[in-house]
């Protein structure tokens, strides 16, 4: 594991985006997964912003979702895909066809997940996994109690996760109580990950996933063991570490 500090989020931000330019330079295909969220909405201005000066080509990276809810269609605003496209696939015109996401209208979800995660498996696993940290150390929605086995899955959600779920839904919108999600185990298999967190409401948690013991209770803390991953945080993010 290592650990990279940055002084604010912007210069955060860059160094998440420039993880993934990095990977686009070798110019051969790569996947990687990406997540949603409030932490890296500045990874992805500044990788629309890289490409709009013409300083990234994406051309050969295929893209997967991290996760997603369930209960509503794919094509709402508060779906993790239409987020990220939003944000990102719409602005820099990725290809669809390097465009991977779960089905999750999908009458049979277990299957759904097992086919998700066979495409990633298929293609010679993820070279990149970018990651934010729930305030209960949930990965995607890889909630307290998932091993570092965890296969890609439906999942309930925890009850910290639909207090923070609040943010990205409108009031009158109710909040999803499932999601789907990549599994631990796909996550640690990743070549490279990337956990990224912002700010002060991260430091507590941001000091047990990195100080405390590997647990299945901070799922987050799975990336202690695993030699390529990153923690790339904040100062106020990383303000409670030794
Ligand atoms: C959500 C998402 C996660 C995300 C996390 C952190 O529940 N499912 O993938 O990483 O919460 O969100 P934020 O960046 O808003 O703190």
């Known amino acids: 594991m290592n650990l990279v500090i940055k002084s604010d989020y912007e210069s955060l931000s860059l160094a998440a985006a420039q993880a993934i330019i990095e990977l686009s330079k070798q110019k051969k295909e790569v996947n990687i997964c990406l997540p949603t969220g409030t932490t890296p ?14 300083q990234a080509d994406f051309s050969f990276i295929n893209w997967f979702t991290l996760d997603e809810y369930l209960g ?6 508060f779906s993790c895909y239409q987020q990220i496209t939003e944000l990102f696939y719409e602005p820099t015109g990725i290809n669809k066809d390097r465009i991977f996401t779960f089905n999750s209208e999908a009458k049979d979800l277990d299957a759904e997940a097992a086919r998700y995660n066979a495409i990633i498996e298929h293609m010679g696993g993820l070279d990149l996994a970018i990651v934010g940290i729930g305030m209960n150390g949930h990965v995607g929605f890889n909630e307290p109690g998932s091993s570092a086995n965890a296969p890609t899955r ?10 923070q779920s609040k943010k990205y839904f409108t009031d009158d919108h109710p909040i999803p109580t499932k999601g789907i999600t990549l599994g631990m185990k796909t996550l640690l298999q990743s070549k490279e990950v990337f956990v990224v967190a912002n700010g002060e409401e991260k430091a507590d948690i941001v000091k047990f996933a ?18 390529g991953a990153t923690f790339l945080l904040d100062t106020l993010a990383a303000s409670k570490l030794k």
């Open 210 to 227: 990195i100080h405390g013991p590997v647990s299945d209770d901070v799922p987050v803390s799975h990336f202690q063991t695993h030699a």
């Open 41 to 54: 909405k500045g990874m992805y201005k500044a990788l629309v912003d890289l490409h709009q000066a013409g």
């Open 72 to 77: 509503i269609p794919l094509s709402s605003p």
């Open 154 to 163: 439906v999942i309930d959600l925890h009850e910290r996760t639909l207090v």
